[in-house]
């Protein structure tokens, strides 16, 4: 169904149909008494009727009752809608069955997916042996019926044995570590060690260091521990000790302490540099880092630098204290790659916001920041935000001017070439993975070399990889081998299914893998065939533009919009780039003939861009006519850590202010209509749409905010839960307004978002469009109100697991479609 059929009357009737609306009689709406009590955060006070909704109590369990049964009522109405979308949304998924192999040392490791198996398996095979059969590396199928969902993996250096995490709960992030042995296919459950949250081995493939959350969930204790040592007899813990209880600190089963985070705004992460070097223990807050190294050996020549004693297989030897890198300071950020006795860091240190990379060698006596010394440094216009490392290169992730780019720059045995002579290149390349005297005195010449010269000569040397204009979204693969020279990137769009490309860095060449039949050597055109499949009708050819709204102080604002054409694409390529006052100049750009039904995505938080890659449940609203409208508010990482920090903390308001210009774009540029948006919204992000929701009630068609953080001021009265940090609060805001058909999701197993947010949210919203209703006397106002819906569910966690992803947001977008085309009505 086209965009112009959903307005046309002679096609209501077929769409009666599929929204299945029958006579079915709806539940009662919930009966959420209101109780005010007075509140106060610091010196702000305020009443909230709602707030006995945060008891867990038998009343709040009659309620969350009460308005699963409303909301399932409702969503009845839209349930052959629902199945139609999701038969599509499977259709239009990407089908491939293997992954492109990724080359770890001796193997080729990828993932495949059998038909009929709701999970993927992990795989691996030699290379070099065209007769060798596949092995099974990990089968999620077989885990998942016994032990729960799979959360992550990790492989020793010798590629005979992993460790990973099930999750123990249902979505209450608790996970359990487990190995297996590849050679036997013998698997362990390390019950001893209770829940952890992040695992690595050390370099002899036996140790295993994990962290251990607290009880608030923070991961804060970092253990070793023999894997063979602390395995159980495999399967779930069964009462099994959990480490800091009578058995002491360390807790048995041969593991030891290693490291302890006392200060409540740290969370602890295990890692390894990628030649497996150093181990890694990572203190990270909102706003600053701090990084602890061990040998990857757990053995060190230099007791006194890096101090922790050999590891038996049978026992554990006391440890010394790891060593600091550079001491947390406030604001203070930084992250570590290691080459050929060189630290390598990516930083935000002496200013650089938008990041740096320095340099300083690890036998040093001190690694702090005043020994760093620049080696690529910040540019107006482009934001280092993320680093990798090869033997021969560093390997910058970067956002340009909101789009993002992968560049490299040459090393010769972990020095940059750009800052080094002729001659001292030939002693650089001379030496091995430790440094000899002529790589030392090359290391000793570049230190002595001034910063600005060298870092502007390594920006001149950035290689940047040839992606095509339709990539708007770039993905590291897992580029795991330390020694190989080709970089594996995962390239999609919203209209462009996700496809694998290597980056030889030797050549500058950008392959698609596996080269298609014919295809010239080097090249790298749009992969057609996919974007056709995913298009669906002849007739329509999908297709993505970037936008720029004017935000109320004047800054630009990126928009991603994806769509149907109507006839050839624009600009040919499948990508506009257009600019808006945002007062209706919509620029040079092509835009629709008339007004579309519009989804507008936000979340802008944490300096987590929006995914601007391709999402198959998407496809099937575009097919019916709508636009997809991404907007990259402040506060998000799309242009950046400043970006991050012009919509964080005191200046969160950017983030609604860019919201809403995002909004009027789309309107003044004739992209869509008053009453024609649904919102959508995720999380943090709810906080910026339920902003956005008390002001523009009027012209919003739909919202669907799902575990959305919205009561702000309650949550930052409670000490004990996480990632509460803006004074911004939606739930304050409601006012009596023409709110429109809204959908709200919680799971009273969310250690993010508390279930009561969203449930005590959707009771005032139901108040205040009743009291709008009420209150205006006008019957078109009362049928532009509502329904306000809360769909509580009891086992899913903050996120919705990927088996149940389309069944989820079939059913979501069928409520938003019927919302849209005004067929919802309120409960008589």
């Known amino acids: 169904m086209g965009c112009s059929s959903l307005f046309n009357s002679s096609e209501l009737q077929p769409c009666r149909h599929l929204f299945g609306w029958a006579t079915q009689k709806l539940p009662a709406e919930p009966s959420v008494p209101s109780r005010p009590a007075k509140r106060a955060c610091g010196l702000q006070e305020w009443v909230d009727e709602y707030s006995w909704l945060e008891d867990s109590g038998a009343d709040v369990q009659r309620v969350l009752r009460q308005e699963r049964r409303y909301a399932e009522g409702w969503l009845r109405r839209t349930a052959r809608l629902a199945e139609q979308l999701h038969e599509e949304m499977l259709e239009l998924a990407p089908t491939e069955q293997v992954s492109a192999p990724e080359r770890v040392g001796s193997y080729e490791y990828y993932v495949q997916q059998l038909p009929g198996a709701p999970h993927p398996c992990y795989m691996r095979r030699a ?4 007769g060798a059969p596949p092995e099974v590396v ?19 250096l010798c590629g005979q044995r992993i460790a990973f995490t099930l999750e123990e709960g249902q979505g209450e992030e608790s996970w359990a570590a487990f190995t297996r042995d590849l050679g036997t296919g013998a698997m362990r459950h390390l019950s001893a060690l209770g829940t952890v949250v992040s695992l690595e081995w050390a370099a002899d493939g036996d140790t ?4 251990q959350p607290n009880e608030l969930g923070r ?21 099994g000790q959990a480490l800091g209880s009578s058995s002491g600190a360390g807790g048995g089963g041969g593991s030891r302490v290693v490291f302890e985070e006392g200060d409540e705004r740290f969370f602890v992460e295990l890692g390894r540099t990628k030649d497996w070097s150093l181990l890694t223990i990572n203190c990270n807050s909102k706003t600053s880092s701090e990084v602890h190294l061990l040998p990857a050996d757990l053995r060190s020549p230099h007791s006194s630098q890096l101090s922790m004693a050999a590891v038996g297989s049978a026992a554990l030897a006391p440890a010394a204290e790891p060593r600091l890198v550079q001491a947390r300071q406030p604001g203070l950020e930084y992250f570590l790659e290691h080459n050929s006795g060189q630290l390598y860091l990516l930083s935000n240190a002496r200013g650089a916001l938008d990041y740096a990379v320095y340099r300083v060698p690890t036998a040093a006596a001190s690694l702090a920041q005043e020994h760093w010394q620049v080696v690529v440094g910040e540019q107006p216009g482009v934001a280092n935000a993320d680093m990798d490392m090869t033997r021969d290169c560093l390997v910058l992730y970067q956002l340009r001017q909101g789009r993002q780019q992968v560049a490299a720059l040459p ?30 005195a090359a290391a000793a010449q570049l230190e002595a070399a001034d910063a600005e010269p060298a870092a502007e000569a390594a920006w001149s040397c950035l290689q940047l990889a040839p992606l095509p204009a339709w990539a708007l979204s770039v993905a590291a693969g897992a580029n795991a081998d330390f020694e190989l020279q080709q970089l594996r990137l995962m390239l999609s769009s919203p209209v462009h299914p996700e496809v694998a490309y290597d980056w030889d860095l030797a050549s500058g060449q950008l392959l698609q893998h596996p080269k298609p039949a014919g295809e010239a050597a080097g090249a790298a055109a749009a992969p057609q065939a996919a974007v056709a499949a995913a298009a669906g009708p002849a007739e329509q050819q999908l297709a993505w533009s970037q936008q720029w709204a004017a935000s109320a102080d004047g800054t630009a604002v990126p928009l991603t919009l994806a769509y149907a054409a109507e006839g050839p694409t624009p600009s040919g390529g499948g990508n506009t780039t257009t600019t808006s006052s945002g007062g209706g100049d919509s620029g040079t750009g092509w835009c629709p003939s008339h007004p579309r039904p519009c989804l507008l995505v936000v979340y802008g938080a944490y300096g987590h861009s929006l995914p601007t890659g391709f999402l198959a449940e998407r496809l099937p609203l575009l097919r019916r006519g709508w636009v997809a409208a991404l907007a990259h508010v402040r506060g998000g990482g799309e242009l950046g850590r400043r970006w991050h920090a012009a919509g964080r903390g005191a200046r969160k308001v950017n983030s609604v ?33 339920g902003a956005l929701l008390n002001r523009r009630a009027a012209d919003l068609g739909a919202a669907l905010l799902e575990a959305p953080f919205v009561d702000v001021l309650s949550a930052m009265s409670d000490a004990s839960l996480p990632l509460t940090i803006s004074r911004l609060c939606p739930y304050q805001g409601v006012r009596p ?3 429109p058909p809204t959908l709200l999701t919680c799971s009273q197993a969310d250690l993010r978002v508390p279930y009561w947010g ?7 919203l139901r108040a205040a469009a009743a009291q709008h209703a009420s209150s205006s006397g006008d019957g078109s106002s009362r049928r532009r109100c509502g329904p306000i819906l809360l769909l509580p569910d009891g086992q899913s966690g903050h996120f919705v697991h990927e088996r149940d992803l389309y069944t989820t947001k079939a059913e979501q977008y069928a409520f938003l479609l019927a919302a849209i085309e005004g067929r919802l009505q309120p409960a008589s």
Do not use: F
């Open 657 to 689: 202010a860019d919201l809403e210009a995002c909004l009027d774009h789309l309107i003044a540029s004739g992209w869509t209509a008053p009453g024609l948006v649904a919102l959508e919204a995720h999380s943090a992000g709810g906080l910026t749409a």
């Open 758 to 764: 969203p449930l005590k949210h959707a009771a005032r």
């Open 219 to 239: 991961p804060w204790r970092v253990l070793a521990c023999s894997a063979a040592a602390t395995a159980g007899k495999g399967g779930r813990r069964a009462g």
């Open 411 to 440: 090393l010769v045995n972990g020095l940059p070439a750009a800052t080094l002579l002729p001659a001292d290149r030939a002693a650089a390349a001379g030496g091995g993975t430790t440094q000899q005297p002529q790589q030392a």
């Open 138 to 156: 990990l089968d999620l199928n077989e885990l998942a019926a016994v032990h729960g969902e799979y959360v992550q993996m990790k492989l020793s």
């Open 127 to 130: 290379v070099g042996q065209p």
């Open 208 to 211: 295993l260091l994990c962290t």
């Open 737 to 739: 307004a023409p709110y």
